[in-house]
């Protein structure tokens, strides 16, 4: 057993240490598959021995979800600190913190101010074993489970080969933050997913780490940078710099760029050169905490109430300048929304030459009554795009109204406004900028399931030119993938297998894989329950699918949007030519039976009519065309009936139809909403 503790307690040491050179210097030095191994391995070890030492990475995945966070006092209050605009406000801290010290030199020190939300971890005999929000500064939420899963925060305080160094208590404060690069990806992975967005990686960050789930905060990529401390007992530390050398030889990741500062001026030239390099950095910063360094100095200056008053937060302004639009064109992002970008005349902002402009939506260039040749005002704020503010002026003789476009810029499918609102999307399946999401989508488990074609594998095919369109997965050949750097002959081999098994698959699968908007697992189990095949669904009316129980109007619409594209269609049909076959094991209810008649759309397969009274065509004409759209006739009115036609003097059917809230509709009604039936 001691060999074992032993070997456990050597495995935990040897992954926490990749671990820190994976996610704090970003320098691994092991492939992640013989990490994943090492980590397996002790999982089993922990498990057959029921030993887990308390900074053991298993730690950090698998706590069980709570009702709701307990609260957490603070030892001292978590302040917040005054904010400043001009230089000279620093200037001005400067000779405030020298008077009340009464002295005529003060080190500073400077760090950024990160752009995320504050948390103090309590470490108890080097052990961490709270952390805590910030809340309203006195008392805040109990999130310890969440940041266990946060891989750059330590577990337990490691002793450096000091031997005397790790504090009985000490609560260190920081700042959890997401970078800008996973910020986006979460979007992106939340839009393709119909989740409402963040509005900003501050939002997301904060809203991760208020899960009650930790397996959720676990999947979001977040950070923490270390820059303060609440009570510490049995060690002392005599300044800021300390504090930061202190927390780095302990493996706490710490602001970047983390200056001593010995005079104010040397913090106003870091506040400079940061505020050049902010565009760059991978995580949002609001601006620059200069704080007096010597920690006893800081105790005679004291606190006011909110705010301490050897503090201060210089924040960035936002950078604005004056251009002209040249142009105005649609731009597709990888999600398929086209947004318009202006083109501007190319103006220096901040430090930064500014070419191109989003503007968020359509609409927008109304509300603003923004045209081509205006004069405008750009603003960058915290981050690299810039946003047109408002239109200084018209410019008579070039000024253009701009126009909404009906296609995709990229690949010419249909452009269709979301759910009725303000975003314009495209919704080609085939459409290069979508096209690596969705094809990730197309293969994953839920869908075709194609083993072994997951996020990397996907970006190498689309890198390599192998992958140019949708339908090229069903081309590779093992040949194509041998050339491929990630490819030995078997793996080859493996894919092939998996694409070519993948082949036959449901039509709720298939579905599902298409990836259109609002329609998940569930909504496409509906419809295959519904239609037999993927044909049936070629240009369905949101109507007809919005008559499906439980079916919502977002998904009707949308699904109707996608099999209205006539590009969309020829995908799917090259698919099936590449050997794709949709079986439909869920299309099975009694009303769904084929009513044994001819219709090349079958749109109406699955519902089920009721007439009554006197139409103004032939009723037998009528129930013609509803059993050749591949829909049934009944004589009565039952929970079934997916829809009453009630023409003149109706009879107690529809009376019936009210009473079972069976929806009803008019001869004109029925042909406009299940129509036309020439075909
Ligand atoms: S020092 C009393 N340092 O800014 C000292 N705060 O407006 C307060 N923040 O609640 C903290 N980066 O969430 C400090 N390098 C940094 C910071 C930082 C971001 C946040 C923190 C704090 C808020 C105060």
């Known amino acids: 057993m001691d060999d074992t503790k032993a070997q456990i307690d050597r495995l935990v040491e040897q992954l926490n240490h990749h671990n820190y050179l994976y996610h704090v210097l970003d320098a691994p030095e092991i492939s992640d598959e013989q990490y994943d191994s090492m980590f397996r391995l002790l999982l089993k070890y922990e498990k057959q021995y029921g030993y887990t030492p308390p900074n053991s990475p298993s730690l950090r995945v698998g706590a069980p979800p709570l009702d709701k966070f307990d609260k957490a006092v603070h030892s001292f209050p978590m302040l917040s600190l005054d904010d400043i605009f001009f230089i000279d406000d620093v200037d001005e801290f400067d000779r405030r913190v020298k008077k009340l010290l009464q002295a005529d030199y003060v080190a500073y020190t400077a760090e950024p101010k990160y752009d995320g939300l504050a948390v103090a971890l309590t470490y108890e005999n080097g052990h961490l074993t709270r952390a805590a929000t910030r809340g309203d500064g006195t008392t805040g939420e109990d999130v310890t489970q969440n940041v266990r899963t946060i891989k750059t925060v330590p577990l337990s305080i490691i002793d450096m080969g000091t031997g005397d160094d790790i504090p009985e208590l000490i609560e260190i404060r920081g700042e959890i933050y997401m970078a800008k690069a996973d910020f986006e990806e979460l979007n992106i992975q939340r839009e393709l997913n119909s989740l409402p967005l963040f509005a900003n990686p501050r939002n997301a960050a904060a809203g991760s780490i208020r899960q009650l789930d930790p397996a959720v905060t676990a999947e979001r990529k977040l950070r923490i940078t270390c820059y303060g401390a609440g009570i510490i007992k049995g060690l002392t530390l005599y300044s800021q710099t ?52 010597d920690f006893t100095l800081r105790q005679r200056l004291g606190d006011k109430t909110r705010s301490p008053r050897w503090a201060v937060a210089y924040k960035y302004q936002a950078h604005q300048a004056q251009t002209r639009i040249l ?319 009630a023409g003149e003097s109706p009879g107690s059917k529809l009376d019936k139809a009210r009473a079972l809230g069976v929806r009803t509709v008019s001869y004109d009604e029925y042909m406009v909403i299940f129509g036309p039936f020439s075909e």
Not at 254 to 267: G, H
Not at 468 to 476: C, G, S, V, Y
């Open 242 to 293: 300390e504090l930061v050398h202190w927390l780095k030889k302990h493996l706490f990741p710490t602001p970047y760029r983390f200056q001593p500062a010995k005079d104010i001026y040397e913090a106003i030239d870091y506040i400079k050169d940061v505020e050049i390099a902010r565009a760059a950095l991978p995580f949002n910063i609001d601006g620059v905490v200069v704080k007096v360094d």
């Open 327 to 645: 142009n105005i064109v649609p731009s597709i992002g990888r999600t398929g929304v086209i947004t318009p970008v202006a083109i501007l005349e190319p103006v220096s902002v901040g430090g930064v030459t500014v070419s191109r402009s989003t503007l968020h939506n359509w609409d927008e260039i109304r509300r603003k009554d923004i045209h081509t040749g205006d004069t405008v005002v750009i603003e960058r704020a915290g981050d690299v795009i810039p946003h047109i503010m408002w239109v200084v002026e018209h410019d008579a003789a070039s000024v253009t109204q701009v126009v909404e476009p009906l296609v995709c810029p990229e690949c010419g499918s249909r452009a269709v406004r979301e759910d009725g609102g303000t975003v314009l999307r495209c919704v080609g399946l085939n459409c290069p900028p979508q096209l690596q999401g969705r094809i990730i989508h197309f293969a994953s488990r839920a869908a075709l399931n194609i083993d072994g074609l997951g996020e990397k594998i996907a970006v190498t095919l689309f890198e390599s030119g192998l992958v140019k369109d949708f339908t090229d997965i069903f081309r590779l050949t093992k040949e194509d993938l041998e050339k491929l750097p990630r490819f030995a002959e078997k793996s080859a081999v493996n894919l092939i297998q998996a694409i070519e098994k993948s082949k036959t698959t449901t039509l709720a699968r298939f579905i599902f894989a298409l990836g259109v908007r609002h329609s998940g697992e569930f909504a496409s189990r509906l419809i295959a329950q519904h239609y037999e095949t993927i044909e049936a669904l070629y240009g369905v009316k949101a109507d007809a699918l919005s008559l499906i129980k439980q079916m919502g109007d977002k998904t009707s619409s949308a699904i109707s949007e996608f099999f209205a594209d006539a590009r969309n269609i020829e995908t799917i049909e090259t698919l099936k030519t590449l050997g794709v076959t949709i079986t439909n094991p869920d299309f099975s209810t009694a009303e769904n039976k084929d009513t044994g008649t001819k219709d090349s759309g079958r749109r109406l397969a699955g519902l089920t009519f009721v007439i009554t009274g006197t139409l103004p065509v032939s009723r037998k004409d009528v129930e013609g065309q509803i059993r050749g759209a591949g829909g049934a006739v009944s004589a009565s009115v039952s929970k079934q009936t997916t829809c009453l036609i």
